[in-house]
C-alpha cells in the first residue's frame, strides 16, 4: 500500500523508466485518478497534453 505522494511519485518514475509509454489503457489512467493524480500531473509523466489525457479519461 502506498503511503504518501512521494512514494507514488517514486514508482511511477521507476514504471515509466521502465519502458511505460503514451497511449496507455484507460482503466490504467482511471487507477492513477482515483489515487489522486491530476490530468496535469499523469501527463507530465507521459509527457503529454493534460487535454489528451482528460479526453482519454473521459470515453
Known amino acids: 500500500m502506498l503511503h504518501n505522494r512521494d512514494e507514488l ?3 511511477l518514475k521507476q ?3 521502465e519502458g511505460v509509454s ?3 489503457e484507460r482503466s ?3 487507477a492513477l485518478s482515483d489515487l489522486g ?3 496535469e500531473q499523469i501527463a ?3 509527457s503529454v497534453d493534460p487535454v ?3 479526453e482519454s ?3
Do not use: E, G, H, K
Open 9 to 11: 511519485d517514486s514508482l
Open 15 to 17: 514504471a515509466f523508466d
Open 22 to 24: 503514451w497511449p496507455v
Open 28 to 30: 490504467s489512467l482511471m
Open 37 to 39: 493524480l491530476t490530468a
Open 44 to 46: 507530465r509523466y507521459f
Open 52 to 54: 489528451v489525457v482528460r
Open 57 to 59: 479519461l473521459s470515453r
